[in-house]
C-alpha cells in the first residue's frame, strides 16, 4: 500500500505543478527561517557549557556603588593586580586567571598585514581553568614566558598552511611573538572564542597598582557557597581601592550565564539580551505555524480539485486507513524535500545568517547530531499541524455529496481560509510596522542624542604604569598628516574610563556624578557642541565643563559661574555648558557628567582621523607607538566600533525584523496566490457569463480581488493594536524615546495592501482576460 501511495502522490504532485511548487516554496521559506531561529537559540542557550566543571567556575564583577537611591553600575572590567590580594588568602579558589581583551590586534606576517579581533593576552592558568586542548606544545609551559603565542589549529593552517608553527615570529600590534602551542579550535558557543592567545607576562609592571585592566575567571573548590567566597574577596580587597570615593565591591557571575545575563554589565561585549531570545523564539513558532496554515490553506484548494476522486474511493470500497494516508504521504513527501532543501540553503548562507543574527554558528554545530534533532522537531511540528485539516477534510467527505452536481466543493474549507489568510497577513503588518518603529527609534538615539560625532575617530590606550605616555604621544600624533584632532582622556562615552562620585548641595543632599579628566582639547575632538559659556583652557585647573543634565539636576537656571561643591575633584567653577552625551548604557537616562583637567588616570588617546588614506593613517601611528613606548603592545578601537557594541542588541532585532517580515510577507503572499488561483478556477463558468453578458475586465478583476482586499483590511485592523502594545514595551526600555505616530500604521498598512493588491491583480485580470468558449463550451 505505501508503495500505490507514494507513487499516486509523486503522480498527483506532478501533474499540479503550480500548486506543488507553490506549497513547496513556502515550505522552504519557513523552514529555512525557523531552522536557523531554532538553531540560533539552540546555540545561544547553550553557551560555555563545554567548559568542564562549569557549575564551579565564575567572573568576577566589580560593582560600584554611586550616592543615590539605587545608584550603582556593575563592571566586568576589573583591575588586574586584584589577583595579588585574594589569591593566596581564599582556599577555596583552586584555580584563577587574568584575562586581558584586545580591542583590534594588527597582525604581521612577513609583508601581509591584517587586522584580527580574535586575540587576547591570558595568564597560562586559564589554559587549565577552561581545560583547552593542545594538538601541539606543553600546556604548562606555552604561556609562562614573555613574548608567546599560541595558535588555534584553524589559524595555524591559515597562517603557515603546511609548515609547522612551532617557533615562528608573528607580529602583533608591532609585538613580536613567538609560537609556543598549536590549540584545538576553539567551540563557536563560548564568549572567549580567541584564534590567538598572548602571554600576559608580556606585559611590564603587571603587579603595579591599578597599572592594568581586565577580567579575571576562578574556579572554586566543589560544594564552595559562592556567596560565602564573594564575602572573603570583598573582605581582602577592603583598603586596597581607596582611591575611589565609594570604593567597589565584587560579585562572582558563574560562567554559564555570562552570554544571556550580562547586558547590565558594562564590558561584556558578549553578552546579547534574553528578552530577544525569548522574541525570536515567538517569532519562529509564529513562522511554522503560518507556513502550516499556508499549506493547508492551499491543501483546501487542492481537495476541492480532487472531492469527487475521494469520494468514488470511497463508494468503490477504500477505507479511512488508506484514504488519510494520501495527503499524509504528499504532505511527508513535501516536507522532506523542503527540509534536505532547507538544510543546503542553510549551510551555503551561513556566512550570511551569522551577520543577520550576529552570531559565530560553524558548519560543525550546525550539521551536529543535537542540532539536527533540533531541525527534526520543528520538521515534525510543521508535519503535524500541516496535514491535520486535509486529513479531517477527507474523512468528512460524503461520497454522496461529493458526486453530486450540488456546488459543495466552491465552498469547502472556506470558513477557515480567511482566518488562515488573515492570520498570515496580521502577522507581517505587525514586523511591518515594528521595522518601521524600530529604525526610527535608533535613528534617534544614534543621530539626536548622541551628542557627538563617533566616525572617524580612534581610541588608543597608554600603559597606566607611565602618566606621561599619553600627552607625549599625543604631541608626536598631532604632528602627523592624517591627524587632525587628538585629546588624552581617562576614557570615552562608550568604553568607559569615566569616573563616579558625589556632589553636595547645600542641603545636604547628595547626587551621583561621572567625571572625564581630560586636557583642553576634549570637546572639540569629540565634536561636542558647546551650548554656554567656553571650553576649558589649560590654566583652568580649578574649572570644569558640565552637561545639560547636571544643569538640570543642580537646578541652574545660569548654570555659568556656579560651583560644583565638594565632590570629585573638589570645589570647582563651571565654565561651559556642553549637549547631553551618551555613557555607556543607551537604555538609561543622561548622567550628570562633569569633565575636568588633570593628568590622573589619563592613559587613554582619542584621535580624529581624516576620511582619506585610513590605512596610511594606521601605519603611521604603529610607528610613532613604537618609537614612544616600544615596551607596550599597540592597543586600538575606534569609537564607531565601541557605539557598535552598545546597540548590538538592538541592531541584530532591527536586522531580523527587516528579514522576519519579508518573509511573513513571501509566506502570506504565496497563500494569497493560491487563494485566487483557487477562487478563479472555481467561478471559471461565472466569469463567462459575465463576459458574454458585457462584464469588464477590470469589473470582473475587481469581482474576484474584493474579498481578499476585505481581508487584508481586517488584518491591518487587527495587527494594528498588537504591534502597537509591542513596541511600545520595547520602547519603555529606552530613557528617551520616540512616540509612535499615526503615518508608521499608515505606511505599514498601505505596504501590505500594495503587495496585495499586486499579488491577486495579476492572476485576476489574466481570469478575467480568459475566452469565455473555452469554459462555457460544455454548457
Known sequence: MITHTFKIAIRHLWRNKTFSLINLSGLVVGLVSSFCIATYLYHESTYD????????????????????ENDKTLSASTFLPVTQFIESNIPEITEIARVKPVGTAVLRMGTEVFTKSAFMWADASLLQLLDIQFLQGDPNQALSAPNAVIITQKEANRLFNTEDPMGQVITINDQDLTVTGVIANMPSNTHLKKDLIGSLNTFKNLDNPWSHQGYIYLRLAAQTDPAQVTKKINAAMAGNVSWLSEPPTYQL??????????????????????????????IGAILVFSTSFNYISLSISD????????????????DKRQLIFQPLMECLLLCSVAAFSAVLITLSALPVING???SSIDREFLLSLPNLAVLLIVLLLLLTVSAIYPVVLVIRSRPIATLSKAPVVSHVGFPIRKPLMVFQFAIAIALVLSVIVIQQQMDYLSSERLGFTKEQVLVLRTPRFNKLNAPLMKQRLLQLAGVTHASVSTGTPFGGGFINGSKEEKDGVSYSLSEFIADPDFVQTL??????????????????????????????????????????????????????????NIRTAIHPTIISLGDEYVYTIIVRLQTKNLAQNLASIGAVWKETAPEHPLEYEFLDEQFEELFKSETQFQQLSKVFSFIAILIACLGLYGAIVHAAQQRVKEIGIRKVLGASVSGIAALLSKDFVRLVLIAIVIASPIAWWAMNTWLEDFAYRIAIEWWMFAAAGLAAMVIALATVSWQAIRAAVANPVESLRDE
Not at 49 to 67: C, K, L, Q, Y
Not at 255 to 278: F, G, N
Not at 303 to 318: H, P, T, W
Open 49 to 68: 557549557s563545554v567548559h568542564p566543571d562549569g557549575a564551579n567556575t565564575f567572573r568576577m564583577v566589580s560593582s560600584n556603588e554611586w550616592i543615590g
Open 303 to 318: 481537495y476541492a480539485a480532487r472531492v469527487k476522486d475521494f469520494g468514488m474511493k470511497k463508494i468503490l470500497g477504500s
Open 356 to 358: 543577520l543574527l550576529g
Open 253 to 282: 557571575q558563574p560562567i554559564r550565564d555570562i552570554h544571556l545575563h550580562s547586558t547590565h554589565i558594562q564590558a561584556s561585549p558578549e553578552a546579547v539580551d534574553i528578552k530577544y531570545l525569548y522574541i525570536f523564539g515567538i
Open 527 to 584: 565634536d561636542m557642541e558647546l551650548l554656554a559659556g567656553r571650553n576649558l583652557l589649560p590654566t583652568d585647573s580649578n574649572r570644569v565643563v558640565v552637561n545639560e543634565a547636571l544643569v538640570r539636576t543642580m537646578g541652574w537656571d545660569e548654570p555659568i559661574g556656579q560651583r560644583t561643591g565638594q565632590g570629585l575633584g573638589g570645589d570647582k567653577e563651571v565654565v561651559g555648558v556642553v549637549r547631553d552625551f551618551q555613557l555607556n
